[in-house]
């Protein structure tokens, strides 16, 4: 089966940092290129990041880059996000993904989701 874990949300303040993880079971992770997408309350999913197979290509939406950064632990099977310089408008749930899932509203290969709130 399947299984795609986020953690590391929570509330923190304009200009913090979180560390979120996404743990992975159920296939084979070194081989997949993986993708993190958020929504934010009322929109739909935007693609946030990308990160290939071995980790070694990476790419992020504009509206993150040179604050966010994707990063992988093959040996571990979790595939990570680290938020820094956090803004207001950062405030959403943040989904880790196969790459293939795309914004489609609906993916088999997408965690449940973690909350991350920036506010003052």
């Known amino acids: 089966e399947v299984q795609l874990v986020e953690s590391g949300g929570g509330l923190v303040q304009p200009g913090g940092s979180l560390r979120l993880s996404c743990a992975v079971s159920g296939f084979t992770f070194s081989s997949y290129a993986m993708s993190w997408v958020r929504q934010a309350p009322g929109k739909g999913l935007e693609w946030i990041s990308f990160?290939?197979?071995?980790?070694?290509?990476?790419a992020y939406a504009n509206s993150v880059k040179g604050r966010f950064t994707i990063s992988r632990d093959n040996a571990k099977n979790t595939l990570y996000l680290q938020l820094d310089s956090l803004k207001t408008e950062d405030t959403s749930i943040y989904y880790c993904?196969?790459?293939?899932?795309?914004?489609?509203?609906?993916?088999?290969?997408r965690g449940q989701g973690t909350q991350v709130t920036v506010s003052s």
């Open positions: 990160i290939n197979s071995d980790g070694g290509n990476t």
């Open positions: 993904q196969k790459t293939y899932c795309s914004t489609a509203n609906y993916c088999r290969d």
